[in-house]
């Protein structure tokens, strides 16, 4: 499960209620009293969440987000406000207002919606390299991968193919799924290449093959299996144990 860095501007008794409602959410959280100080976190450090109130006696909650959401490009911004005055929404995949008037333990539910677009973020950035010989198969692999948010997707023939493509890109591929029968260099023998290969072989692998070559490609080094058939809720749950 990953651990989220959330930054909280506010003063010590409303950081402590934001710091108790959020228990329960895997995170590490960390708190200012001030606009600049929060500028300050946010050029040295990678925030995942920030939440601020609106209202600062030195710089606006909303301008500090305007000014470090290019240098945080997947954060997310909760603005807390003190009246119930409906804001105007900007920035809607990105920027959540809560009203203090309302029940605080409502901040988790916009801290849980935070990280469900963090989450989303991230997919979107990743590079995933498929290997597969069956056209069909292959575009297959490739739709249900976008379904779930992945957009980064790249694509070999066979294991040869494979080895042209990562010695010609960079940075190499967050992760490849590779079939185990295919024609001039098969799964397992790129398998074995990746491991033999410093720059490489610490990509997450997982082998799409059937049940009875599964625990082999665990042997010689695959990070997870798919057997054949699978639907896209088994690859999402075996993406997310290696990534």
């Known amino acids: ?53 609106l209202e600062l006696l030195d710089i606006n909650g909303l ?3 305007k000014a470090m959401k290019d240098q945080q ?24 207002f809560f009203n203090r008037s309302t029940n605080m333990n409502r901040m988790t539910d916009c801290v849980n919606q935070a990280i469900i677009h963090i989450q989303k973020w991230q997919r ?16 297959t692999q490739q739709k249900m991968l976008k379904t779930l948010g992945f957009a980064n997707i790249l694509t070999a023939n066979n294991g040869n193919h494979a ?13 490849i799924i590779s079939d185990w029968y295919m024609p001039e260099k098969n799964g397992l023998e790129l398998l074995q290449w990746l491991k033999r290969n410093d720059t490489f072989k610490t990509i997450p692998f997982i ?26 809720a088994t690859i999402q749950k075996t993406i997310e144990k290696v990534l």
């Open 1 to 53: 499960m990953s651990s989220y860095k959330i930054l909280i501007v506010d003063d010590p008794e409303n950081v402590n209620r934001i710091e108790d409602c959020l228990q329960e959410i895997s995170c590490t959280m960390q708190s200012v009293c001030s606009g600049q100080a929060a500028l300050k976190t946010m050029r040295n450090t990678d925030i995942d969440i920030f939440i601020s109130r």
């Open 73 to 96: 490009p997947g954060m997310q911004c909760i603005l807390i406000t003190e009246t119930s005055k409906k804001m105007e929404q900007q920035d809607c995949q990105r920027l959540q």
């Open 207 to 232: 082998m799409a093959t059937s049940k009875k070559e599964a625990m082999m490609a665990v042997d010689a080094g695959a990070d997870n299996f798919l057997i054949k058939p699978y639907d896209i």
């Open 124 to 139: 979107a950035q990743k590079k995933i390299l498929i290997v597969e010989d069956t056209k069909a198969l292959l575009l």
């Open 63 to 65: 301008a500090i987000y």
């Open 163 to 175: 080895i042209e493509m990562l010695l010609k890109i960079s940075p190499p591929p967050d992760l």
